[in-house]
């Protein structure tokens, strides 16, 4: 089971590219995925429709964050058109409560 690693990527570098991330193990989203669970996005055909790995590590100073997402069509949010979360984007929840709080431009 993929956790939160102790130990930040070395070198590690805002750039977009995961090559310091090589020795974490990642969160995989897709079928099958690291919960168990068949979807967790509602209706997907396959993991070229939507998957995607998430990396995960913390140190004494921060919380790094990485990922790779796979998705045959992207939908991006337009001003106008619902909340930016129920578009293509990636969601992250911290805390002890399952509350999802979001703020939406007004």
Known sequence: ??????????NFVA???LD????????????PNSWGVTSI????????D?????YLAIDNDY?????????NVYTP??????AWYEHDA???FFGRRLKRTCLVPA
């Not at 919380?63 to 998705?71: A, C, N, P, Q, S």
């Open 90 to 92: 990636v969601e992250l």
């Open 77 to 82: 949010w337009v001003e106008g058109e619902g």
């Open 63 to 71: 919380l790094y964050i990485g990922g790779e997402v796979t998705d």
């Open 1 to 10: 089971i993929p956790t939160i690693s102790q130990n930040a990527p070395a």
């Open 15 to 17: 750039d977009g590219f």
């Open 41 to 48: 996005w509602g209706v997907v055909d396959n993991n070229d």
């Open 50 to 54: 939507a998957s995607g790995n998430l």
């Open 20 to 31: 310091e991330w090589a020795d974490v193990t990642p969160f995989f989203l897709g079928d």
